[in-house]
């Protein structure tokens, strides 16, 4: 399980290296999190929509490598702007946490 807001944060930040279409996205989180992050479709697509509404990702079709029909998306320079407010907000909490956990 993820804290609230941080699957938004893990898209943002896989798409800061290029385009992706959703697959791609689930198995780069999966990769670079040696298997811990494994997001479903579930709640992929849903937060991808809410990207797009945002304005912080766009879309287009394209083919996959598999050559089929896939739905790219792309980091806008809002999502830039947004991905490096999220991520600073999300080092406040991670310190936060570690300090309440390493408190004697």
Same mark, same amino acid.
């Given at each position: 399980?993820?804290?609230?807001?941080?699957?938004? $944060? %893990?898209?943002?930040?896989?798409? !800061?290296?290029?385009?992706?279409?959703?697959?791609?996205?689930?198995?780069?989180?999966? #990769? /670079?999190?040696?298997?811990?992050?494994?997001?479903?479709?579930?709640?992929?697509?849903?937060?991808?929509?809410?990207? $797009? %509404?945002?304005?912080?990702?766009? !879309?287009?079709?394209?083919?996959?490598?598999?050559?089929?029909?896939?739905?790219?998306? #792309? /980091?806008?320079?809002?999502?830039?702007?947004?991905?490096?407010?999220?991520?600073?907000?999300?080092?406040?909490?991670? $310190?936060?946490?570690?300090?309440?956990?390493?408190?004697?």
């Amino acid at each position: 399980d993820l804290l609230p807001g941080t699957l938004d $944060l %893990l898209i943002l930040g896989a798409l !800061a290296h290029g385009s992706k279409h959703g697959y791609g996205i689930a198995e780069h989180l999966k #990769t /670079l999190s040696a298997d811990v992050l494994q997001v479903g479709e579930s709640s992929l697509y849903p937060a991808l929509q809410r990207l $797009l %509404l945002n304005g912080w990702v766009q !879309a287009e079709w394209g083919l996959s490598e598999n050559n089929r029909r896939a739905r790219y998306y #792309t /980091l806008t320079a809002s999502g830039r702007k947004q991905l490096r407010t999220e991520r600073g907000e999300f080092d406040k909490m991670i $310190l936060a946490i570690q300090k309440v956990l390493h408190a004697t």
